[in-house]
């Protein structure tokens, strides 16, 4: 087998497996090469004989996307099609809300099963169940995200970092391995299927167009290795130092690659642990953030209750953050004043623009920029609604269970614990613009990201 078995999931509603191609429905990994989810399907066809093909949904719509990140998934779903095309696998797009026309195109081909990504988003999970409870075939997940699988990692909510870490390291000689080669097909694999047309996929996306494409980050499984391999090259024998600076240029810049799936964390985990020799602080941070932390969310995202994200906090947290709702606040400013920049801080308004023009935020400024949030804030609960509906709707990484860890962190104590009580905050850690500027140039920043540059 290609693909380890803890990475694969049967769906316990999918039907048997009938005679029939093998289809991939790709979602969230959207890469030709390092890609578990699809080696497991080009195993499976060529275990049975049948053909194999790829399947993307392309949902006009999706919560908190705009034509920025619909721009960037596209521009990289045509290079994936190349790849695909290489090998004699074709891409099938399908317009429509997925929970709708994956079921139509699996029996319309008459699977005989399917294949695809684990993706603990909400969003994603009830398209998953949707195209489960058709029964059209049988359908298999597998984990293609994670360098050690979700569900072997922990068969529980984790508390912080400290208690995933070593089940994490302990799991990393089992699946911190080297990627097989995708298998190329038969010529005929591509019979009857055209190329894409993504001139008219494009013209079917009714996502906002207010928040513009970023024209200074190229999409791409191509670039994405690029920037691997000069951040590897450039950047990483400083990385433990000076990643929290956000004038250094000292981090990866790689999490809108890894969020569209171009490209996959464990190339990142490999090629890092090769480079470890010749910086071993920087890569033992670097896998620090990219496995322990990231996965971390991950594990969160896929055991944490549905519904109410707020009510998934700390018990510790709530209770704090409750006991100090009616605090005075120093300021307090409504979601249209945060989205346009119009706070008394230099600082916060900085990191805004950042975020709105860039499709960034520096890691350590959005901690910073999500605390500000709640302190200026009414209410608790409107802080988290605001900081996510800010982060989905402007990072290119943003929508990903990294993204809502760490909003929920900064305000509310998720995977951290008490500190000494503050107003407002209560024992939710606090930060403010003078430990900022004890860590960087805050006054450089702030001209870098000035409403005149910006404009």
């Not at 996929?201 to 670039?223: N, Q, Y």
């Not at 008490?418 to 107003?423: D, E």
Request: aromatic share 10%; glycine share 6%; proline share 9%.
């Amino acid at each position: 087998m290609l693909v380890h078995p803890a990475r694969v999931t049967p769906l316990a509603a999918a039907a048997p497996r009938q005679s029939g191609p093998v289809v991939y429905w790709m979602h969230r990994d959207q890469r030709a090469a390092d890609n578990w989810a699809l080696l497991a399907a080009a195993d499976l066809a060529r275990e049975s004989g049948a053909p194999l093909c790829v399947a993307f949904a392309l949902a006009p719509t999706f919560p908190g996307a705009t034509l920025r990140h619909y721009d960037f998934m596209l521009r990289g779903l045509a290079e994936t099609e190349a790849g695909l095309r290489a090998a004699h696998i074709p891409l099938v797009l399908l317009p429509g809300d997925p929970a709708v026309v994956v079921p139509v195109f699996l029996r319309e081909r008459k699977a005989g099963a399917c294949v695809t990504d684990f993706d603990p988003m909400p969003v994603k999970g009830d398209w998953l169940a949707a195209v489960t409870a058709s029964g059209v075939c049988a359908l298999t997940e597998v984990d293609a995200h994670n360098v050690v699988p979700c569900r072997r990692a922990s068969g529980k909510r984790e508390y912080a970092a400290a208690t995933l870490r070593p089940k994490i390291h302990r799991l990393l000689p089992e699946f911190l391995t080297p990627f097989p080669e995708l298998p190329v097909f038969p010529a005929t694999n591509l019979a009857g299927f055209a190329p894409v047309d993504w001139t008219a996929a494009a013209a079917t996306v009714t996502a906002d167009p207010a928040v513009r494409p970023v024209p200074d980050i190229v999409p791409g499984a191509a670039a994405a290795r690029e920037r691997l391999r000069a951040f590897l090259r450039d950047t990483l024998p400083e990385y433990a130092a000076r990643r929290n600076d956000p004038n250094a240029g000292a981090t990866s810049g790689l999490s809108p690659y890894f969020h569209f799936g171009q490209l996959a964390p464990q190339r990142a985990a490999l090629d890092a642990r090769d480079a470890r020799p010749g910086a071993p602080e920087g890569a033992d941070a670097f896998l620090e953030e990219l496995v322990v932390r990231r996965e971390l969310a991950e594990n969160f995202q896929f055991y944490a209750p549905r519904g109410d994200l707020y009510e998934a906090l700390p018990d510790w947290a709530r209770k704090t953050l409750a006991a100090h709702a009616g605090d005075a606040r120093p300021a307090s400013y409504a979601p249209r004043e945060f989205e346009e920049a119009r706070t008394h801080s230099a600082l916060w308004n900085a990191a805004q623009r950042q975020l709105t023009r860039t499709g960034r935020l520096h890691g350590y400024m959005r901690m910073y920029w999500a605390k500000k949030i709640l302190e200026w804030s009414p209410t608790p609960r409107q802080a988290l609604a605001t900081a996510l509906a800010l982060n989905d709707r402007y990072a290119l990484d943003g929508r990903d269970p990294s993204g809502v860890t760490g909003v929920l962190w900064s305000v509310g104590g998720l995977h951290d614990r008490p500190w000494a009580k503050r107003p407002v905050f209560g024992q939710v850690r606090y930060m403010n613009e003078r430990g900022c500027r004890r860590k960087f140039d805050v006054d450089a920043y702030i001209d870098r990201y000035s409403e005149e540059k910006c404009a």
